[in-house]
């Protein structure tokens, strides 16, 4: 079987640790897999999406991308939702964060406050803002580009007493790696899901290998490896 190259949101990069080598061994089929925001995603797909064959990402960025003909509509396929959660360090002490106050007072005594760029760091910084202590902390605010760098901040001496969000598939995909843990999603009143589809790019060069790896991706061992690291 030919190659594919994905396109993919990092939410789902640790599923898809497990994910592509199993359809590889089954398939005899090479996966190249690109990650990023949702806003990169959207910029690199901005002149049509070339050499890829499957897109993953936000549903929304799936939907605009059906609209204006660059993956197939039909093909859109459900993977599940990712809930925004907190994380520390994995030796912090855990505060009560099982209410809006109590998130507040958490960040509020926090060294820093980590999160990333893309659409998910945009939802937490509104979220602070609605919690009325933007002007407090606004300053010990950390951003940075994936939530992979986000969490190894969060896991290295500099990062012990701050305190990060993102989403719970990265959070729990860097736990054993980046000393980081997931402590509690955030509490229902200020959280939020971003619910992720995949589909085929509508100039996938092989569409028969872009069709068997989004029935894969979506049928039921993906969706249960899915489901393994918080994309439910």
Known sequence: MAGLEVLSAGAVKPAMGTIVPAFEAATKAKILV???????????????TGAFGVIIGPKSLIAALANEGKVTAASRRALGGVKAAIALHRDAPVPDLSTPDAVREAVRKASAIVFNTASS???IEEMI??????????ARIQRFPTAE???RFLGSDAGRSAIGFGQSSAIRG???????????ALPDAIGNVTSYEAALAATAPDAAVAQAFLDYLAGAEGLRQLAATGVE
């Open 149 to 151: 760098d986000a969490m």
């Open 121 to 123: 760091g945009q939802y």
């Open 34 to 48: 690109s990650f990023g925001p949702a806003p990169e995603l959207k910029a690199r797909t901005a002149d049509g």
């Open 174 to 184: 860097y736990e054993k790696t980046l000393g980081v843990r997931q402590v509690a």
């Open 129 to 138: 803002k609605r919690l009325g202590i933007m002007d407090e902390v606004g």
